[in-house]
């Protein structure tokens, strides 16, 4: 019976599994086909930042599209088809690999998140899947040979504003006066609690850029001395046998590996540990369930009295 | 005389970075205190081993931040002040 209605499905399912398949990859490739339209012609290895496509005039400040936002949103629309491709043909008995693998992953981040920030944050699961994907899948572009959005500052500020702005509404949970309270907590301490407020976000930055672009830095300089090494090793000869580039074949594939790879990963994990560590930590849960008892009681006292 | 200023500039703004660097000696004492840690711990308790090791990644991860912000200052030193730094004495000229 099982096998039946399986094959029914099949071909109709296989098309939509194909057409996801090609939406996941369609960002990328439109990605790969603009960076080599637009890139500049260059001398040897350089470092640039991202490459301005257009300015748009705004009343402050000009806005700059450039290719970080590009690749960033090409990740994000990625990474949005590659949502419905795993969610494609969910059944109530987990039988394929791809829901097993789904499942496996939001119980991962279930656990992670709970054993982080506790009971009250449990709805905050998907957001940190999101941080940790949106992290992740933008170091990898380098991959690809594109320009990774995580080595421009601006997209990761981003991310940490909307971070602080997240940890502001929950010390908000207390009410104003609570909000005001917490900065004063130990007495005449209120520059110093302001200056960390502002420091988390930046120190968020720092670290993620910081490590993304200390990768990128290393990568062109280990570069640019190999090709000036085998240049001068075989450059005596003559012709095209000078111009071989053997030393540049294999060595900065491993630090592809480290800096690329298990860098990026770890930056995402270690982006997405401290959003849970300071959003739990900005929430007083213990105050805010005696102002809910309070509220409760002064409506129950109102109600009364009305009556 | 230009010439002269505009190589002071550049030469100066590649000291800076280098010292600036003399930061990244706070994080790598630190890191590998905490990683000599870990592994003690580990070797007195095998099995909190994973526990063990996602404390010290976040630990690490923190005690980074100070050579980071080294770095992002020696590369605005490197990539971004001789430009600004030129335009000004040139204007001032």
Known sequence: ???????????????????????????????????????????????????????????????????????????????????????????????TKRQLLLEWIIEQTEKLVNGNMGEAFKNFAPFIATVIALSAFSSLMSLFGLYPPTSDINIIAGWAIAVAAIITYYRFKCGPLGYVKGFCDPIGMLPLNIINEIATPVSMTFRHYGNIISGVVVSVLVGAGLQGLSSLLLGSLPGLLGEIPFLQVGIPAVLSVYFDIFSGCLQAYIFAMLTMMYVSGAFNIDEFEIRKKKKELKKIKKANGGN | MLELAIGIILGCCALGAGIAMIAGIGPGIGEGNAVAKACEAIGRQPESKSAVTSTMIMGCAIAETTGLYALVIAILLIFVAPGIMVDVLVSAI
């Open chain 1, 1 to 95: 019976m099982q096998m039946s209605e399986k094959n029914t499905k099949t071909l109709k399912f296989k098309i939509v599994d194909c057409l996801l398949l090609v939406c996941i990859f369609l960002p990328i490739i439109g990605a790969i086909v603009l960076e080599i339209l637009t890139r500049a012609p260059s001398e040897g290895i350089s470092l640039s930042g991202a490459q301005i496509f257009f300015t748009i005039d705004m009343p402050i400040q000009k806005l700059y599209i450039t290719e970080a936002q590009i690749n960033s949103w090409a990740v994000v629309i990625a990474i949005f088809f590659l949502c419905l491709y795993m969610t494609h043909g969910l059944s109530p008995k987990a039988n």
